[in-house]
């Protein structure tokens, strides 16, 4: 019985034998990335594209990657329990912004090490560019992703409404046992308000924030199994018999890290490079242009859950994904630096880098205090979308200091917002922070209505 295809945690085609076709588009946008960045690695004899055209061709073997990494990940919850396939399976899904970041991180380190500064006269600053990925990041996911969810799942459901009044558009619900991920994220958001007061992103910052991650991987370890739901790609892997589902997941994994492990840095290289060829902002690239790269697979997954009416389970992949983004992500970015600059001194912190940190924790404060009642509204996903695209514009029309004027100003917008949000919702805070911490798992899952909204 062990190899009998899992037909009933998938949906769809739980039987289906035909090799789907967006896998076989997914690894071949992937492999001519993969290759030239295999080839380069291994000194073999290769083309060398202008830098716009190299950008463009890892940033797509990039995205390949990850919607491989994500129907793996998702067929994977088939094996593992629910509790460890949350708290695994959401690093996963953003493993590669992960390696981008990172990538970022190491060669501010190296330069650090050589010049025993950050600052670069006459180009970007290594260690500006390490924190404008993992800022743009967090805001793109929350400004644009969030928003997006809450859009396609309105239209879904005003859809639907002709055929059933159980829909209920202008508004997504998330289930009692989110409780947990909105807690964990406001934790880590309250310490992150720290972080524009400092002059360096320290070892100390990266305890907090890992032992953050480590409390909700342990709370979220808790919760009992249950079967997925899956679709698609992952549903055609994950109704195979177990041998071949196993070997499947395995070998979908290792191809995705080996298109990532040899793409990230030439990505992150010749999107540099592209900016000093055609006179754009280094910063600006690094922040907008390679986080929609490596986040677009998974806001691009959300959405298709979405206008299947899992709406719940949509934001609440987003919102895992943040909580990850938002610890473990930032507690990895010092430790990185310290190994690669061979120092336990921190991540230099300039006057811009500290408003970047200020504006994407204010964010994050507003969007926590936003789900206080495990809701995202329709009026709250346009004030999240709204103010993202005033600091996007900003950042892209303004010259710096007036940037800088807005920064602070939506800094102060966000905060007055999530001051006035939590007042309304006090009596729902309380209870979100008391399930999030101590209500055992199955007593939430009880108080679920069982249904998406």
Wanted: aromatic residues 6%.
């Amino acid at each position: 019985m062990r190899d009998e295809p899992a037909r009933s945690r998938t949906t769809g085609a739980p039987g289906r034998s035909t090799f789907p076709g967006r896998l076989l588009a997914a690894v071949g946008v992937a492999l001519p990335g993969a290759l030239l960045g295999a080839a380069d690695y291994l000194g073999w004899p290769h083309p060398e594209p202008s830098p716009p055209l190299a950008a463009a061709v890892f940033g797509v073997a990039i995205v390949g990657a990850a919607f491989v990494l994500s129907w793996a990940a998702e067929a994977a919850q088939v094996d593992i329990g629910a509790g460890l396939a949350i708290a695994v399976l959401a690093v996963l899904a953003v493993l590669p912004e992960y390696a981008v970041d990172l990538v970022f991180t190491y060669q501010a380190g190296r330069h650090y090490a050589e010049h025993g500064a950050c600052g670069q006269a006459g180009g970007a600053d290594p260690c500006s560019l390490a924190l404008a990925n993992m800022t743009g990041a967090n805001r793109i996911l929350v400004g644009l992703g969030w928003p997006l969810v809450v859009l396609v799942a309105t239209v879904s459901a005003v859809r639907a409404r002709r055929r059933s009044e159980s829909a209920k558009p202008g508004r997504v619900a998330l289930a009692p046992a989110m409780s947990a991920d909105v807690v964990f994220l406001g934790l880590a958001t309250l310490y992150s308000l720290t972080l524009p007061l400092r002059t360096s992103l320290t070892l100390l910052d990266a305890a907090v924030f890992v032992g953050i991650f480590a409390a909700y991987a342990w709370r979220l370890s808790k919760a009992p199994a249950e079967e997925p739901d899956l679709v698609g790609v992952a549903a055609w892997v994950g109704g195979k018999p177990t041998r071949a589902r196993r070997g499947l997941v395995v070998g979908l994994f290792a191809v995705a890290g080996l298109v990532i492990l040899t793409t990230a840095e030439h990505f992150a290289e010749n999107l540099v490079r592209t900016g000093g060829l055609l006179g754009v902002d280094e910063f600006l690239l690094v922040q907008w242009v390679a986080p929609l790269a490596s986040e677009s697979p998974e806001l691009i997954v959300a959405c298709l859950f979405a206008a299947r009416l899992k709406a719940s389970e949509s934001l609440g992949t987003l919102l895992s994904s943040k909580v990850n983004q938002w610890t473990l992500l930032v507690g990895t970015i010092p430790v990185v630096f310290a190994l690669s600059a061979g120092t336990t001194d921190g991540l230099p912190l300039d006057d811009h880098q500290r408003l970047e940190l200020l504006l994407t924790a204010a964010q994050s404060l507003f969007a926590v205090a936003i789900l206080a009642d495990l809701g995202l509204t329709a009026i709250g996903a346009v004030s999240l979308l709204a103010l993202f695209g005033v600091q996007f514009t900003a950042s892209l029309t303004l010259p710096d200091d007036a940037n800088r004027v807005v920064i602070v100003v939506l800094s102060a917008a966000y905060a007055l917002l999530a001051a006035l949000q939590v007042l309304r919702h006090r009596h729902d805070v309380t209870r979100t922070v008391r399930d999030g911490l101590r209500t055992p798992f199955p007593e939430l899952i009880r108080q679920s209505p069982g249904r998406d909204s």
